[in-house]
């Protein structure tokens, strides 16, 4: 039986955490159940999902056990006609600029300056 196969437009239209696919090495993996497992967490997985992951993949130098993993998620093969296309990472998953309230500065800043004046000069 021949393998499905899926074009690149196809992959990248999984890429969220509910529905996340990768390519590694021209296959296809459905890796959404997957997300919770992975020893090296969620967020890689999102980051190389949707699109080609094998150097992500192979830079991490995974394990037999791992390359044994993915046999449970294939799902077919990369059409060989299709050509990659850029995959923007999901909105939900790019994280929160960690914003500080200014005033956290300023007021101590403020109650420093006025002991400064009272202690030295009054
Ligand atoms: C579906 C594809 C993947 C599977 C099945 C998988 C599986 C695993 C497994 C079983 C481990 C434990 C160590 C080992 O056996 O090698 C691991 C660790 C790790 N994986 Fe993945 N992985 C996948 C994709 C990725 C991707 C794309 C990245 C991107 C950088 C990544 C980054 C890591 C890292 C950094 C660790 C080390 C975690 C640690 O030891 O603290 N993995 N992965």
Known sequence: MSAKLYTYEEIAQHNSREDLWMVIDGKVYDITSFQDEHPGGEEV?????AKDGTSAFEDVGHSDDARDLLKKYYVG???????PIKVE???????????????RILIPLVLF???VYYSYFL
Do not use: C, F, H, Q
Not at 45 to 49: A, H, I, N, P, V
């Open 45 to 49: 997985l999102l980051d190389e999902g």
């Open 77 to 83: 093969d990369v059409d060989p006609t299709s050509k």
């Open 89 to 103: 990472r999901p909105v939900e998953a790019i994280p929160e600029v960690p914003k500080g309230n200014p005033l």
């Open 113 to 115: 300056g006025a002991y």
